[in-house]
């Protein structure tokens, strides 16, 4: 059992009553307020065992009239990245708790990034001779499609990295015509050697603790050619929506902070990297990191 205080269950009680008797923005954004506070102040292993025992609260049938919520896996396992940007980005706000899913800083960043890699990737198509391009976690490739549908694959070429295989297949299906390389383990490209201009990855630091995201940014380094560039993106702790994400979607990001960021890169200690830059959206909710190599 959770170790709530009576004040919070009377709080959790009156967010219920509010959102079974008259479902509204204002009483969403009061438990998306209370979800954030609990995450904070609970110790994490509480705030573990309220997010496994969130479902059974009387107020998520109504929460998962969302797209979003409607997906939360059953059991303990965890979404995955695929889960969370793919129905932000495929379903429609047609509903009120839908529409409050896609406002979230959480989903409006999912957005900025899709359109942020979309213009990198238009940029090296545009500059480069020929550019080879690789996304780790490609999903549906979203943020590719208007090049791949374009025909610009006689400018470029595309490779993807993917572990799912009914996601690979789904890709492989959707760009037939494109003949993708796609692989399910990074060693498949590693091995070729320097091949890519552009390395990027949408959702890959967010499931990566520091060793796993070290490890594949230092497989990465030699994978790129000379003044080739990775860019990646990153939750940050300081969203707003992080209890929501974690209670309601039973999403747990590796959250970073600009400097964890650059903590990353000082640690690759890479003998070639020219330089770094860190950024945040618009909403916040992500920061993101581009290496540059010399």
């Not at 979800?35 to 292993?45: N, V």
């Not at 990074?186 to 520091?210: H, K, M, T």
């Not at 050619?225 to 747990?252: H, I, K, Q, V, Y």
Request: glycine content about 4%; proline content about 5%; overall charge negative.
């Amino acid at each position: 059992m959770t170790c709530l205080t009576a004040s919070d269950l009377s709080l959790l009680e009156t967010l219920e009553q509010k959102l079974t008797a008259d479902l509204s923005v204002t009483a969403l954004a009061e438990l998306e307020r209370e979800l954030f506070r609990l995450r904070c102040e609970l110790s994490r292993a509480d705030w573990e065992s309220f997010c496994s025992e969130f479902p059974k609260r009387r107020l998520f049938p109504i929460l998962q009239m969302g797209a979003l919520t409607r997906k939360r896996l059953s059991g303990s396992e965890l979404a995955l990245p695929q889960d969370v940007f793919d129905t932000v980005l495929a379903s429609p706000a047609d509903d009120l708790i839908s529409a409050w899913e896609q406002s979230l800083p959480a989903s409006r960043s999912v957005r900025a990034r899709m359109s942020y890699f979309s213009r990198e990737i238009a940029e090296v198509i545009r500059v480069a001779v020929k550019p080879r391009i690789l996304v780790l976690g490609a999903g549906q490739m979203r943020e590719a499609s208007d090049a791949l549908y374009a025909g610009h694959l006689h400018h470029a070429e595309f490779a993807a990295l993917e572990p799912d295989p009914a996601v690979q297949e789904s890709v492989r299906r959707k760009y037939a015509r494109q003949a993708l390389q796609m692989e399910v383990d990074l060693s498949a490209f590693a091995d070729a050697g320097r091949l890519f201009d552009l390395i990027y990855s949408p959702s890959w630091l967010d499931a990566s603790d520091d060793p796993q995201a070290l490890g594949w940014l230092a497989a990465c380094m030699e994978m790129l050619r000379p003044g080739g560039r990775l860019l990646a993106a990153n939750f940050t702790p300081a969203s707003r929506d992080a209890g929501w994400m974690e209670a309601c979607w039973n999403w747990r990001p590796f959250y970073r902070l600009e400097e964890d960021l650059a903590h990353l890169v000082i640690s690759l200690k890479h003998p070639e990297v020219r330089g770094h830059a860190i950024f945040r959206d618009e909403s916040g909710a992500s920061a993101y990191l581009e290496i540059h190599l010399l």
